[in-house]
């Protein structure tokens, strides 16, 4: 079956603008989890979704960062006002429900902010 | 403050030999584990996990450890293969599977 997908794999943007972007889980997971991993860097925890709600905002960094899941299935990360800092790869990830360890991630989205 | 770390970015092993990556971790309330493997230009792919009520568990040629007085665990992988050549993070979490703390990963290098 279809795995977790990502779009888009690749995003440059200048500095200022406000980027988007999308995750789509395998269907059936309940629990979503956004990551992101800056060069060097392990994988930063930012928000966690069970269903359509967030129980857990507190990885987001900062309040140009904010998530939305819409009808328990497609999530999207939107970052306004982009700095150079926000540049990393953007993960998603999903899993079948909260009480599942077994999480099974995208390939990744890539930011790069000019 | 990183309650996961890993502290070898990088370990080169002979093929057919042990390769040991070693995690450790600050926080006593985690109470799950788990390795996950990466290749380049894909996400992560979970490998093996282990309880805290655990302190061994064997899946083929993969087996984790948790020293849980340590607050250590090791992956250990035998007989190596070139194809094991990936990025491996630890990965820990609390009771509820809502957030997982991960540490920055260890490149395996396995030589033919």
Same mark, same amino acid.
């Given at each position: 079956?279809?795995?977790?997908s990502?779009?888009?794999?690749?995003?440059?943007?200048?500095?200022?603008?406000?980027?988007?972007?999308?995750?789509?889980?395998?269907?059936?997971?309940?629990?979503?989890?956004?990551?992101?991993?800056?060069?060097?860097?392990g994988?930063?925890?930012?928000?966690y979704? +069970?269903?359509? #709600? *967030?129980?857990?905002?507190?990885?987001?960094?900062?309040?140009?960062f &904010?998530? %939305?899941?819409?009808? $328990?299935?497609?999530?999207?990360?939107?970052?306004?006002?982009?700095? +150079?800092?926000? #540049? *990393?790869?953007?993960l998603?990830?999903?899993s079948?429900?909260?009480? &599942?360890? %077994?999480?099974?991630? $995208?390939?990744?989205?890539?930011?790069?902010?000019? | 403050?990183?309650?996961?770390?890993?502290?070898?970015?990088?370990?080169?092993?002979?093929?057919g030999?042990?390769?040991?990556?070693?995690c450790?971790?600050?926080?006593?309330?985690?109470d799950?584990?788990?390795?996950?493997?990466?290749?380049?230009?894909?996400?992560?792919?979970?490998?093996i996990?282990?309880?805290?009520?655990?302190?061994?568990?064997?899946?083929g040629?993969?087996?984790?450890?948790?020293?849980?007085?340590?607050?250590?665990?090791?992956?250990?992988?035998?007989p190596?293969?070139?194809?094991?050549?990936?990025?491996?993070?630890?990965?820990?979490?609390?009771?509820?599977?809502?957030?997982?703390y991960?540490?920055?990963g260890?490149?395996?290098?396995?030589?033919?």
């Amino acid at each position: 079956g279809a795995g977790v997908s990502q779009s888009p794999s690749n995003k440059v943007t200048e500095k200022g603008k406000d980027v988007e972007l999308r995750c789509d889980p395998i269907s059936g997971h309940t629990a979503l989890y956004w990551y992101r991993q800056s060069l060097g860097q392990g994988l930063e925890f930012l928000i966690y979704f +069970q269903g359509n #709600s *967030a129980p857990d905002k507190s990885g987001l960094p900062s309040d140009r960062f &904010s998530a %939305e899941r819409t009808g $328990g299935s497609v999530s999207t990360l939107t970052i306004q006002r982009t700095q +150079q800092e926000d #540049s *990393a790869v953007y993960l998603c990830a999903s899993s079948f429900s909260q009480g &599942s360890y %077994e999480q099974y991630f $995208g390939p990744g989205t890539r930011l790069t902010v000019t | 403050d990183q309650q996961v770390k890993q502290n070898s970015p990088s370990l080169s092993v002979q093929e057919g030999r042990i390769s040991i990556l070693n995690c450790d971790y600050t926080n006593s309330m985690f109470d799950y584990f788990l390795w996950y493997k990466k290749y380049p230009a894909e996400g992560p792919t979970f490998l093996i996990s282990i309880s805290s009520i655990k302190d061994k568990n064997e899946d083929g040629r993969f087996t984790v450890f948790l020293n849980k007085s340590a607050k250590h665990l090791s992956l250990h992988i035998v007989p190596s293969q070139p194809g094991d050549s990936a990025v491996y993070f630890c990965a820990a979490s609390g009771p509820h599977f809502n957030k997982f703390y991960f540490g920055s990963g260890t490149k395996l290098n396995v030589k033919p």
